[in-house]
């Protein structure tokens, strides 16, 4: 994946903690990409690359994006996972899409240091499955030192003859693709299939994995060697953990520290089976190989100590809102993604600074990855059982039948925002839903409002 040069830089090379305006052009467009030899795409994407253009600055920095559109449709782009103004969020409820033609500049500052990922938020099932994403990479002077570093963007694509993209057309299909999430059989690792990986005997590398695929999930292993987890969606975790494999569902990330590896060694970055029930088989799936080369001494240094993650609440806080993630049937379209038993929902906003308990339940018998936009939660239960570790979230995955209590705390950034289920057809069927984060005094105001029309509502009963 290329990484092009900021365009400007303002920043005072002398002062090396001083924060920067960094500023990158993209354009939005339809181009010819190659994802194997004699295999060829008519993708959609960001400066004729898929994925498009690795934006990468320090926690602090200004992050200056102006995004044209030219492409025959309107675009929104959203920053998965950063903390920034409701405005800068990139949907459509918060921004009017930037029209065929049109530029548009994101402008926001950097709050937190980690692995996140820019896409499409508009017409996402189909401009998502293109190619209009890419990685967005915040670095801070207290990430661990490491021999380099990589990023590996997972995506499927599911293509026609002529490698084309086709919709289904018949009802079966169209039913089968709503309810499973659009799953293709061309697996691209940073829009390539099947690539040969170099690394050097004894380094230890970063690698930070951003699962960018529609509905696909990657259960992450490096043909069963083990790995360090050092961290997760909001960034670094407390203490690295020794693991063999990871469960990234769409929206996800995880950074990890690979090797060291003996030279001469090869082994596949692959998806073992997963189960998420739907009419797919799960399978083991490869995505790239990684071949071990000759030895390179390390200057590696992971601390035991990756930074401190302070839980938001109390044991056994009360919980203040309570979400149903189910499906039910529809007349037109064979089902219906819900959210409290309906779909595009409006949910009641919350207070700045007023601390979030949500029970998140899924009553249907598939998994579903709940995302929230422009926070980061802790899930505090799991089936009534506390994690084994904090961590900062803004994906998670929901597991048939089953309840996540988490917290967060909404801070003085008031606007709309969103939660949905992150396999894009869920979402567009339904399956999300919109609410408002107020000041405090917005929030009295609306409740005063409120209340005074239940009263109406009340006299004229
Ligand atoms: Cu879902």
């Known amino acids: 994946m290329e990484t092009p040069t900021p365009k400007t830089d303002h920043s005072n090379h002398t002062m090396n903690k001083q924060n920067k305006i960094v500023e990158y052009e993209l354009t939005a467009s339809a181009f010819a990409w190659r994802i194997a030899p004699g295999k060829t795409i008519n993708a959609w994407g960001f400066n004729h690359q898929l994925p498009g253009p690795t934006l990468k600055a320090h926690v602090g920095d200004t992050l200056v994006v102006r995004v044209k559109n030219d492409l025959d449709e309107s675009t929104v782009i959203h920053w998965h996972g950063l903390r920034i103004p409701s405005t800068m969020d990139g949907t459509g409820v918060v921004q009017k899409p930037i029209a065929p033609g049109e530029t548009f500049e994101y402008r926001f500052v950097l709050p937190d240091a980690g692995t996140f990922w820019y896409h499409s938020h508009a017409n996402e099932t189909v401009q998502l499955e293109r190619g209009m994403y890419g990685a967005l990479i915040v670095e801070d002077e207290t990430d661990p030192v490491t021999d380099g570093e990589r990023i590996f963007m997972?995506?499927?694509?599911?293509?026609?003859?002529?490698?084309?993209?086709?919709?289904p057309s018949w009802f079966i299909p169209r039913i089968m693709e709503r309810h499973d999430g659009r799953q293709g059989d061309t697996l691209l690792i940073n829009g390539r299939e099947k690539p040969v990986?170099?690394?050097?005997?004894?380094?230890?590398?970063r690698w930070r994995f951003i699962n960018s695929s529609s509905a696909r999930y990657v259960n992450l292993s490096l043909g069963g060697k083990t790995f360090q987890l050092i961290g997760?969606?909001?960034?670094?975790?407390?203490?690295?953990r020794t693991v063999s494999k990871v469960l990234l569902t769409p929206g996800e990330r995880?950074?990890?520290?690979?090797?060291p590896f003996n030279e001469g060694e090869s082994f596949p970055i692959e998806s073992l089976p997963y189960n998420r029930v739907t009419f797919l088989k799960p399978k083991h799936e490869i995505f790239a190989t990684v071949d071990v080369r000759e030895r390179r001494p390390s200057k590696a240094y992971i601390p035991d100590s990756l930074r401190k993650i302070e839980s938001l609440a109390p044991q056994h806080a009360a919980i203040t809102r309570k979400i149903k993630f189910s499906v039910g049937p529809s007349l037109n379209n064979g089902m219906n993604f819900l959210i409290n038993d309906a779909i595009h929902v409006d949910d009641k906003p919350v207070k700045v600074g007023e601390l979030q308990i949500w029970e998140v339940r899924n009553a249907s018998l598939m998994d579903h990855p709940f995302h929230l936009h422009g926070d980061f939660f802790q899930v505090i239960e799991e089936n009534g059982k506390a994690p084994d570790f904090r961590a900062w979230k803004d994906t998670y995955n929901l597991t048939p039948r089953s309840t996540i209590k988490i917290d967060w705390m909404p801070d003085n950034r008031p606007g709309m925002w969103m939660y949905h289920c992150h396999i894009l057809e869920h979402h567009e069927a339904g399956m999300m839903a919109n609410f408002e984060v107020m000041t405090e005094n917005n929030f009295n105001d609306t409740n005063a409002r409120q209340q005074s029309t239940n009263e109406m509502h009340q006299h004229h009963h």
Do not use: R
């Open 154 to 167: 997972f995506d499927d694509m599911k293509l026609a003859s002529q490698n084309s993209f086709t919709k």
């Open 197 to 205: 990986i170099k690394i050097h005997a004894g380094q230890m590398e």
């Open 232 to 240: 997760t969606d909001g960034g670094l975790l407390e203490h690295a």
């Open 254 to 259: 995880i950074d990890i520290i690979a090797g």
